[in-house]
Nanobody
């Protein structure tokens, strides 16, 4: 079992920045990938960015060049730095981990609101 706790988020004006952090606990040695997803009202949950244990990153097209994901294997954290935020980035952001057995775990989510 893996437990994920997110922190950060909040309200920011368009063009501003926010940082999210997620800390994993439990069976962390089995984690192979950690990432961030988001779900806007009335929309499906979508990938924002993810990072593998060996540092390979992947970003969704809408956030490329604006967001940066980083992972710390020692601390078992994954951070998401969000810059140049847009109103369409408003969503609940969820941390997700995937183990080597392909088990998926989710955090409870943190709300990011970008005002225009």
């Amino acid at each position: 079992q893996v437990q994920l706790v997110e922190s950060g988020g909040g309200l920011v004006q368009a063009g501003g920045s926010l940082s999210l952090s997620c800390t994993a606990s439990g069976s962390t040695l089995s984690i192979n990938v950690m990432g961030w997803y988001r779900q806007a009202p009335g929309k499906q949950r979508e990938l924002v960015a993810e990072v593998t244990r060996n540092g390979i990153t992947h970003y969704a097209d809408p956030v490329k060049g604006r967001f940066a994901i980083s992972g710390d294997n020692a601390k078992m954290t994954v951070d998401l730095q969000m810059n140049s935020l847009k109103p369409e980035d408003t969503a609940v952001y969820y941390c997700k981990s995937v183990t080597t057995r392909r088990d998926e775990y989710w955090g409870k989510g943190t709300l990011v609101t970008v005002s225009s």
